[in-house]
């Protein structure tokens, strides 16, 4: 299971998925294309340049896994852990020079996430140690609809562009144990000392 960094991780690990596999047609010139997480304070400028973007929107926790316990595996023989599983919504967002760039870097991007649905520790445990062996993330397209995405664009203060919409399934993060009870106390020992 992830830290609380594990989000901030995912969005790092996508960032270098993309970056990893830009083609040079779309990275070197004239086009010169860079991939970037966004932030808020990102979208609330005008997007410049040719860029491909991605902007977490939501966080939403995941109904199915909302009160799993997952067993301690190997040697580990402490108690079952508890964790929290979020959902992320993120935008990928294709802004470019040219309508021919633009829809360019939005298939090309799309293309990638069809083709590696999933994101493994090989991808994730650079952004977070803490990521398991064994889990895994999925990234499938969300069914957005128009209005729903100008919705979000109208809080922005850039202009609409070429949008996407997704969600990461699931990010486990680690709760703290619960507290457990002791033994009950059985003899007080008060130390003296000499009079």
Not at 1 to 7: F, I, T
Not at 17 to 22: A, G, H, N, T, V
Not at 27 to 40: F, I, M, Q
Not at 135 to 140: A, K, P, R, S, V
Request: glycine share 6%; net charge negative; hydrophobic share 40%.
């Amino acid at each position: 299971m992830a830290s609380y960094k594990g989000v901030q991780g995912v969005l790092t690990a996508l960032e270098a998925f993309f970056k990893s596999r830009l083609p040079s047609e779309l990275s070197d010139g004239p086009t010169n294309a860079t991939v970037e997480v966004l932030g808020s304070a990102d979208i609330a400028n005008r997007l410049t340049g040719n860029l491909l973007g991605i902007y977490l929107h939501r966080m939403t926790i995941d109904d199915h896994g909302r009160s799993r316990y997952f067993a301690p595996k190997g040697t580990d023989t402490s108690d079952a852990s508890a964790e929290l599983p979020l959902n992320l919504h993120f935008l990928l967002i294709a802004n470019a020079n040219s309508a021919a760039i633009e829809a360019d870097l939005m298939s090309w991007a799309m293309v990638e996430l069809a083709n590696q649905t999933q994101l493994d520790i090989s991808h994730l445990q650079t952004a977070d140690s803490e990521w398991g062996e064994s889990e895994i993330l999925t990234i499938i397209p969300e069914d957005t609809s128009t209005e729903d995405l100008m919705r979000i664009w109208d809080v922005f203060e850039s202009p609409y562009t070429s949008t996407m919409a997704y969600v990461a399934k699931t990010v486990r993060l680690r709760l703290q144990p619960q507290r457990t009870e002791g033994s009950p106390l059985i003899t007080r020992v008060i130390s003296g000392g000499t009079v």
